[in-house]
């Protein structure tokens, strides 16, 4: 079956540096991914849908200067959470739906730490 | 999408039906349920969904209700390993470019 892949699995950085997280759909082409944040005890709050070929939609509250998306190709979107703080701490999810598809397939996930 | 309301946990012993309640009253006649879960530090995996008619698949079996305001999750012979978070979700789209909006879920336990 379809599989997304998020690298990597777990990140530990410094306050001030940034971090790239990568998501990958393995055997199908996704035009669209979601990208997810959840913090410890809480749901999935959904950041931003990434496009290939265009600009990510941010959701509200969401800084797209912070969280910058690059949807390079039909195969690979990235996240990349800029000048990282603690706060920023967190479980990143993404999702990428086969088009046509009736479910959505999601990444392992990303547990970022910033120290 | 519509608002659903689940219950916060439940409690299932293992090899009995776990039922998962789901309220969604608000639901619209082009709204479609999707049930999905979440086990620990994991990404969400799809379980089943429906519009009208109860659907059966080999992970669960979903029951709507006439009126579509609710709808019942069922997980016949529950595990150990069926131990999630279980999400409920209301969507107008069956096509998955459509984003999930996750609402709380149902923290199920599954105890020997």
């Known amino acids: 079956g379809a599989v997304v892949s998020q690298h990597p699995s777990w990140v530990i950085c410094k306050s001030g540096t940034s971090v790239k997280i990568e998501c990958r759909s393995l055997d199908f082409q996704a035009t669209t991914m979601f990208w997810y944040r959840q913090f410890p005890k809480q749901s999935l709050m959904l950041m931003a849908t990434s496009n290939e070929g265009s600009k990510a939609t941010y959701e509200q509250g969401v800084e797209k200067d912070k969280f910058l998306i690059n949807h390079a190709s039909l195969t690979l979107s990235t996240l990349t959470v800029t000048s990282a703080h603690p706060e920023d701490s967190s479980f990143y999810i993404c999702?990428?739906?086969?088009?046509?598809?009736?479910?959505?397939?999601f990444g392992q996930g990303t547990r970022l730490t910033v120290v | 999408d519509a608002k659903t309301t689940q219950p916060p946990s439940m409690d299932c012993a293992e090899g009995r039906a776990a039922n998962l309640p789901c309220n969604h009253s608000t639901i619209s006649g082009n709204e479609y349920v999707y049930w999905y879960r979440q086990i620990h530090s994991q990404g969400p995996q799809y379980i089943i969904h429906g519009l009208k008619n109860n659907e059966t698949n080999e992970m669960a079996s979903l029951i709507i209700t006439e009126d579509r305001k609710s709808s019942t999750l069922i997980l016949p012979h529950a595990t150990l390993r069926d131990t999630a978070v279980y999400y409920c979700?209301?969507?107008?789209?069956?096509?998955?470019?459509?984003?999930?909006?996750f609402g709380t879920g149902t923290r199920l336990q599954v105890f020997p």
């Open positions: 999702s990428a739906p086969r088009t046509g598809g009736v479910e959505a397939f």
């Open positions: 979700i209301v969507r107008v789209a069956t096509y998955n470019t459509d984003k999930l909006i």
